[in-house]
């Protein structure tokens, strides 16, 4: 079963990574740049396309390929699944040495990385013809924009919800809908619920799991409108200090600790075993994603699962637009052709059957009535994806996905160690220091 808990959980290694970016910027510009106006460019290409992949997600590109190979005689996809780790330093190398593959499909949060540096080919005017251009996953669009232009489309969605045992919070005498409006109302429902279940815990989280955090914690903080990083790419600054809604966050996570709501295990729990103790039935809430709630539970556990959007501290909802997105590389032997294969994985049938494979559509028309009732608690992300972001940043792993990140040592400090005001002010720091660092 797919699961992002690799990446959300392990870290990336991005020493080699920064160094082959670093030569990248020199030389990625001069690739031959795609000319997507070319006549018949995208229609009846032939012989091979390749596609880099990374291992992480490569069943629903593999799967994807073959039914288009199917389809096709004259053109054949093939692809090249990349370890996750390694997936950036070896594009930069292959970008550095000019010989290149025709499309990749990564991580959505690395485009920036390759985007600034004339990598990929601008793709604008053939997204914005989309028909279905306006239903298309706004977090992953985000992550494929730059300066008004277009490098990419969007291809499986990974999307950070809350998920509630409904069958526990039923005997407790509450509704999902009713206490999800806010982490106020949150915390009040888990002060209820440690006296009506004393077998349960009211929450869960990850403690020492950065990227798991990072999915779920963040969209809290942006359902109040705000981030942890201000600024335009390239000149970005953190955004911690006097940021009212990081506040809260870290407040609420400190008080599910010291009140007890959450498991003693949190405080060494580093997503290895990210939602065994909500699907076993002993936690009422979970946020988390698709896979781990719901992809890799048993049948006769579902019915008793919902979910809702994440909120703020008073309100308003978002979730981490997570995922993969595909983009051609300037300098493509066949662009005509990954254009092709890139607007078949747009396809509804396609994108309606990612959540066999723990992922989701990155289109909101998927959510026909079949989709809602096969897949009822992919449908609550896939119908708001308007509500979905994820920064762009040159520093996004640096800052939230490694062991060492500012992001982890802020929660820690200020969840397990109390002291919130140092946590905000540290993470302010280092921050700054991470994205100075990073700037073009």
Same mark, same amino acid.
């Given at each position: 079963?797919?699961?992002?808990?690799?990446?959300?959980?392990?870290?990336?290694?991005?020493?080699?990574?920064?160094?082959?970016?670093?030569?990248?910027?020199?030389?990625?510009?001069?690739?031959?740049?795609?000319?997507?106006?070319?006549?018949?460019?995208?229609?009846?290409?032939?012989?091979?396309?390749?596609?880099?992949?990374?291992?992480?997600?490569?069943?629903?590109?593999?799967?994807?390929?073959?039914?288009?190979?199917?389809?096709?005689?004259?053109?054949?996809?093939?692809?090249?699944?990349?370890?996750?780790?390694?997936?950036?330093? %070896?594009?930069?190398? @292959?970008?550095?040495?000019?010989?290149?593959?025709?499309?990749?499909?990564?991580?959505?949060?690395?485009?920036?990385?390759?985007?600034?540096?004339?990598?990929?080919?601008?793709?604008?005017?053939?997204?914005?013809?989309?028909?279905?251009?306006?239903?298309?996953?706004?977090?992953?669009?985000?992550?494929?924009?730059? $300066?008004?232009?277009?490098?990419?489309?969007?291809?499986?969605?990974?999307?950070?919800?809350?998920?509630?045992?409904?069958?526990?919070?039923?005997?407790?005498?509450? $509704?999902?809908?009713?206490?999800?409006? @806010?982490?106020?109302?949150?915390?009040?429902?888990?002060?209820?619920? %440690?006296?009506?279940?004393?077998?349960?815990?009211?929450?869960?989280?990850?403690?020492?799991? @950065?990227?798991?955090?990072?999915?779920?914690?963040?969209?809290?903080?942006?359902?109040?409108?705000?981030?942890?990083?201000?600024?335009?790419?390239?000149?970005?600054?953190?955004?911690?200090?006097?940021?009212?809604?990081?506040?809260?966050?870290? $407040?609420?996570?400190?008080?599910?600790?010291?009140?007890?709501?959450?498991?003693?295990?949190?405080?060494?729990?580093?997503?290895?075993?990210?939602?065994?103790?909500?699907?076993?039935?002993?936690?009422?809430?979970?946020?988390?994603?698709?896979?781990?709630?719901?992809?890799?539970?048993?049948?006769?556990?579902?019915?008793?699962?919902?979910?809702?959007?994440?909120?703020?501290?008073?309100?308003?909802?978002?979730?981490?637009?997570?995922?993969?997105?595909?983009?051609?590389?300037?300098?493509?032997?066949?662009? @005509?052709?990954?254009?092709?294969?890139?607007?078949?994985?747009?396809?509804?049938?396609?994108?309606?059957?990612?959540?066999?494979?723990?992922?989701?559509?990155?289109?909101?028309?998927?959510?026909?009535?079949?989709?809602?009732? %096969?897949?009822?608690?992919?449908?609550?992300?896939?119908?708001?994806?308007?509500?979905?972001?994820?920064?762009?940043?040159?520093?996004?792993?640096?800052?939230?996905?490694?062991?060492?990140?500012?992001?982890?040592?802020?929660?820690?400090?200020?969840?397990?160690?109390?002291?919130?005001?140092?946590?905000?002010? $540290?993470?302010?720091?280092?921050?700054?220091?991470?994205?100075?660092?990073?700037?073009?």
């Amino acid at each position: 079963m797919l699961s992002r808990r690799g990446l959300l959980t392990g870290g990336l290694t991005l020493g080699a990574a920064g160094a082959g970016l670093s030569a990248l910027s020199a030389c990625a510009g001069t690739l031959p740049p795609v000319d997507t106006t070319a006549d018949g460019f995208g229609q009846d290409a032939t012989g091979t396309v390749t596609v880099w992949c990374r291992s992480a997600t490569q069943t629903g590109v593999q799967a994807a390929a073959a039914s288009f190979n199917e389809l096709h005689d004259d053109l054949e996809v093939q692809v090249l699944p990349i370890p996750d780790a390694q997936y950036v330093t %070896k594009l930069a190398t @292959s970008i550095r040495g000019g010989s290149v593959p025709d499309l990749v499909d990564f991580d959505l949060i690395n485009c920036p990385l390759f985007y600034v540096r004339e990598a990929f080919a601008d793709l604008t005017d053939l997204v914005e013809a989309l028909p279905f251009r306006d239903q298309l996953s706004a977090g992953h669009m985000g992550l494929l924009t730059h $300066e008004h232009r277009v490098y990419g489309t969007p291809f499986l969605g990974d999307y950070s919800t809350l998920f509630a045992n409904t069958e526990l919070l039923g005997r407790a005498g509450f $509704e999902l809908a009713d206490v999800s409006g @806010s982490l106020e109302s949150l915390m009040s429902t888990c002060q209820s619920l %440690k006296t009506a279940l004393p077998d349960a815990h009211p929450w869960a989280f990850p403690g020492n799991a @950065s990227g798991a955090m990072g999915f779920t914690i963040q969209p809290m903080i942006w359902a109040a409108d705000t981030d942890l990083i201000s600024g335009d790419l390239g000149d970005q600054a953190g955004n911690i200090l006097g940021n009212d809604a990081v506040e809260a966050v870290l $407040e609420f996570h400190r008080q599910l600790w010291v009140d007890e709501l959450v498991p003693q295990r949190t405080y060494v729990a580093d997503g290895a075993q990210w939602g065994n103790a909500y699907r076993s039935g002993e936690v009422v809430f979970l946020p988390s994603a698709y896979g781990p709630a719901v992809a890799e539970a048993d049948e006769s556990f579902r019915p008793h699962s919902q979910n809702a959007l994440l909120p703020g501290p008073d309100g308003g909802r978002a979730t981490f637009s997570g995922g993969d997105n595909m983009c051609i590389l300037n300098g493509a032997p066949n662009a @005509s052709g990954a254009w092709q294969f890139m607007r078949y994985t747009l396809e509804l049938e396609i994108q309606r059957a990612l959540p066999d494979s723990g992922y989701m559509p990155i289109r909101s028309d998927s959510a026909d009535t079949d989709f809602t009732v %096969k897949y009822e608690q992919a449908t609550v992300p896939v119908t708001q994806l308007d509500q979905g972001y994820v920064p762009s940043s040159l520093a996004y792993n640096l800052l939230y996905n490694q062991s060492s990140s500012p992001w982890l040592a802020m929660i820690r400090r200020a969840v397990f160690d109390g002291d919130v005001p140092g946590a905000l002010a $540290e993470a302010q720091s280092e921050y700054d220091r991470i994205l100075t660092q990073t700037q073009l």
